[in-house]
Structure formats: structure tokens, C-alpha cells
């Protein structure tokens, strides 16, 4: 069989593009990834919990890369406060817990409640700024 390319492209038309979309803040991204961990760590405590099935141990190395590229991104200190968010701030019994914070040893501890993706980042940002006075 031979094609006849003589016709190729004849009919082929180039549509001007659309608006550029949105470029997404360092934000945005932040809270919609730290929301989908969130929920992926909280889907498979569930599948758990209803019928015994444990994903955990197969998803602990996509849980794993997730922690690594948070600690890469973010630093030791601030990665230890977002993974707490991820899966230590919710207990088994379903208790939302508050971060304590104390920045020094004779100052009092504060209870800092972070409900949401983006308290965590106001959170983390005015830590940071505070750091860096």
C-alpha cells in the first residue's frame, strides 16, 4: 500500500489559543497538595478501619516520596510541622489536636489550632518571618 502525502495537511487548520491559563502561586500548590495527602493518608486509615484491608503498608513508599519532597522543599523544621498536620494532628478516635508551640524554654507553650490547609501555610509564613527577625 502506498500513501499519497500529496493531500497531507490540506485540511489541517491551527486554532489560535485560548487565553494563557493562571499561573499558580506557591500557595495554591502548597494547599492543594498538602489537602490531597491529606486525604489520601485519611481514605486509606478509612479503607482500613470499614473493611480491614491495609494499604498502608503498599502505599508507604508513595507516603514516603511525598515526605521526602516536602523536606526538600521546606526544610526539616517546617517539613516535621506540615507531615504532623498530614498524620499526626487527627487521632484514631477522630480528635482534631492543637500544635504546641514554645519558642523558648521559659516562655509559655501556646495551643495552635489549624483546622485547615491554609492555616498551616499563614502558619508557617508568619513562623518564618518571625525566624528571620
Not at 12 to 38: G, P
Not at 60 to 74: A, T
Amino acid at each position: 500500500m502506498k500513501l499519497n502525502l500529496n493531500n497531507f495537511g490540506k485540511k489541517f487548520k491551527l486554532n489560535k489559543r485560548a487565553k494563557k491559563d493562571k499561573i499558580v502561586s506557591e500557595e495554591e500548590m502548597f494547599v492543594e497538595t498538602i489537602e490531597m495527602m491529606s486525604k489520601c493518608w485519611e481514605r486509606s486509615n478509612k479503607l482500613y478501619d470499614v473493611f480491614k484491608i491495609n494499604f498502608l503498608e503498599y502505599e508507604e513508599e508513595y507516603f514516603r516520596i511525598m515526605e521526602n519532597f516536602v523536606v526538600l522543599k521546606y526544610g526539616l523544621w517546617k517539613a516535621e510541622i506540615i507531615l504532623w498536620y498530614v498524620f499526626g494532628r487527627v487521632d484514631m478516635d477522630g480528635k482534631v489536636h492543637a500544635l504546641i508551640l514554645q519558642n523558648d524554654e521559659s516562655d509559655k507553650p501556646q495551643d495552635i489550632a489549624l483546622t485547615t490547609t491554609q492555616e498551616l501555610w499563614d502558619f508557617l509564613k508568619k513562623l518564618e518571618e518571625e525566624k528571620n527577625k
